[in-house]
C-alpha cells in the first residue's frame, strides 16, 4: 500500500486518465463508474472474471516530486468516505465498518 508516481503525469488530469484505465488491471477489466473528487478518484471495477470492487485513489502533488497516487480498495478501509452511494449497490460488500461510516457521513451532509 504505498505511493505510486509517474513522470508522465504532468497535471491532475493525467493522473486520473491513468487510473481509470481498465488496463491498470488486466485484459477484460472495465470500469463501471468514476467520480473526482477534492482528494483522489473513487473508481468501481469489474474484473475479466466478474467479480467487483471499489477502489479510491489519493491523488497527492508535492513541488519536488510531483503527483503520486495511493490506491485503496473498500476491504483496507481507507480514511475516505466520500465515496457515492450509488457505488456501493455495485460492488459486494467487502468492509461493512467503512460502509456503515459512509452512510452515516452523507446522511449528516442532508442533516446540515
Known amino acids: 500500500m504505498g505511493w505510486d508516481s509517474d513522470p508522465r503525469w504532468k497535471s491532475r488530469s493525467d493522473v486520473v486518465t491513468d487510473q481509470i484505465d481498465p488496463g491498470r488491471w488486466g485484459e ?5 463508474a468514476h467520480k473526482i473528487v477534492c482528494d483522489g478518484v473513487w473508481i468501481v471495477w469489474e474484473l475479466a472474471e466478474g467479480d467487483r470492487f471499489i477502489e479510491f485513489n489519493l491523488i497527492e502533488w508535492d513541488f519536488a516530486d510531483g503527483y503520486s497516487v495511493k490506491a485503496m ?5 481507507p480514511y475516505y468516505y466520500d465515496c457515492p452511494l450509488n457505488f456501493l449497490d455495485l460492488a459486494p460488500e467487502a468492509n461493512a465498518k467503512w460502509r456503515a461510516e459512509v452512510w452515516r457521513r452523507h446522511e449528516a451532509q442532508k442533516v446540515r
Open 28 to 32: 477484460g477489466t472495465r470500469s463501471l
Open 73 to 77: 480498495d473498500e476491504g483496507t478501509g
